[in-house]
């Protein structure tokens, strides 16, 4: 980002063809105003720039105009010219926030230079914030998605890519695989992250009411309003939009939707006043959207809409050698939770949770990791044939997938030390190495250092 423009306000039209004369030719963007109020209107948290104003102004003064812009961002750096009689007034004000002043009449260079130092505070400040977001994206993902997997590893890393962009996202996955978790922490790791976070069951929406929900209404809009609502999108503005379930919308529903989410726009029942949309939109689904738009079961425009980026969450059930470890995170929650000691997970109980296909994904390994917390029988030797596709695997790739979990679980167990492993499971180095080799097992996957 380049840290260049000077915002120079001063009601006398010689000295801003001056200053903008001066700040031009020592290479700075100069923007000149004649009114306090048309400046401020320019001004933004993270502007890439600084604010020269005089004390002195018709309507709006520069100290007002000051006060506004550290409203907006507490670290602007503003510069205040003064007159003679002011400059006590503008020493006062640096205590209020202002980064200098200068007295009128003041040499070229002498602006220049105080707008050089200002300039380069707003660049050390601007860089900071950015390195702060990038830590603050990592450690909002990192804390929320868990799995030392390859696939996991590369699903937060293209998460963090996402948040920092504005771009609406399409989350798939089956039931239980942590849609939702994922939306939030987009939201979280992204600049919208102080502002609301909306979420949308499109399951649960009453059909005669998914207008008025959505949209707002105003008094009057239809039999029984009242007074005016404001509708989940407006109540959203600046932040997020949770869509969960967004296949369960009706066609209807779904034109309307993709009128909003295209155009930014809505307006309220009732109303013909259009309301200006700043949101980003998430969406998840559990079905595979392409197919239900080729069978006409779902707008294929508003797909195209949601789905600039498409994250897909995989199932417990590909990522088996996730599951030890995330049950171990989740039954230290599940402790904390309950104000309980962390219960003594054994290598026989990973084990036995490894080897499990856990079709309900982290949704049931975490009511499973709660239970065992509680004290209950968890049943973990049960069979959970019933919940699987017909085409099952052969006991080849049965007996294959229990050695990979009983691995899995035992580096788990013991923090991917590979020589507690090996004596562990009672085989020699070179076993546990050809085992780990052939089944894709990394000791660093035991390790939360991605």
């Not at 130092?117 to 660049?123: C, Q």
């Not at 702060?132 to 998460?159: F, T």
């Not at 992204?190 to 008094?219: T, V, W, Y």
């Not at 239900?292 to 498409?310: H, I, M, P, S």
């Amino acid at each position: 980002m380049k840290i260049d423009t000077v915002l120079f306000v001063d009601d006398e039209e010689h000295l801003r063809f001056a200053a903008e004369q001066s700040l031009q030719l020592d290479g700075l963007s100069a923007q000149c105003f004649e009114d306090a109020e048309t400046a401020l209107g320019r001004l933004k948290r993270d502007f890439p720039g600084v604010l020269v104003t005089d004390i002195r102004l018709p309507g709006m003064d520069g100290l007002t105009l000051m006060r506004r812009a550290l409203e907006i961002d507490p670290a602007f750096p503003v510069i205040l010219v003064t007159g003679q009689g002011d400059v006590e007034l503008a020493v006062n004000s640096m205590r209020d926030g202002a980064y200098d002043f200068l007295e009128k009449p003041f040499a070229p260079s002498r602006l220049t230079e105080t707008v050089r130092r200002a300039l380069e505070k707003r660049r050390l400040t601007l860089e900071n914030r950015v390195l702060r977001r990038q830590v603050d994206a990592r450690e909002a993902i990192d804390v929320q998605i868990h799995g030392q997997s390859p696939v996991m590893k590369a699903l937060r890393q293209q998460m963090r890519r996402v948040a920092a962009s504005e771009v609406d996202v399409l989350i798939l996955g089956e039931t239980g695989v942590g849609k939702e978790v994922a939306a939030r922490a987009l939201h979280q790791a992204s600049k919208r992250a102080n502002m609301p976070f909306i979420q949308i069951n499109c399951a649960a929406l009453p059909a005669d009411m998914i207008e008025s929900e959505l949209f707002g209404h105003e008094a009057g809009a239809f039999a029984g309003a009242m007074r005016t609502r404001v509708g989940r999108f407006e109540a959203a503005r600046g932040g997020t939009v949770l869509l969960d379930e967004i296949d369960c919308l009706s066609n209807a529903m779904q034109a309307k939707l993709l009128h909003a989410i295209q155009n930014r726009v809505i307006t309220r029942l009732g109303s013909n006043e259009r309301l200006e949309l700043d949101v980003r939109f998430v969406a998840t689904s559990k079905l595979d959207l392409v197919g239900e738009a080729e069978a006409g079961q779902f707008r294929a425009d508003l797909l195209y809409r949601l789905n600039v980026v498409t994250l897909a969450i995989p199932p417990l059930r590909e990522r088996r050698e996730d599951v030890p470890n995330l049950f171990l995170q989740l039954v230290a929650e599940a402790a904390a939770r309950y104000k309980l000691d962390v219960a003594e997970v054994s290598g026989a109980v990973l084990s036995s949770v490894a080897s499990q296909a856990w079709p309900g994904n982290v949704r049931e390994l975490r009511n499973v990791a709660d239970r065992y917390v509680l004290g209950f029988d968890l049943a973990l030797g049960r069979s959970f044939n019933a919940h699987l596709s017909p085409d099952r695997p052969g006991l080849a790739e049965k007996m294959a997938d229990h050695e990979k979990s009983l691995i899995a679980a035992s580096l788990a167990a013991h923090g991917g030390r590979l020589r507690e492993t090996y004596e562990g499971l009672g085989v020699s180095r070179k076993t546990l190495y050809e085992k780990m080799q052939k089944y894709g097992l990394s000791r660093d996957v035991f390790h939360d250092d991605d």
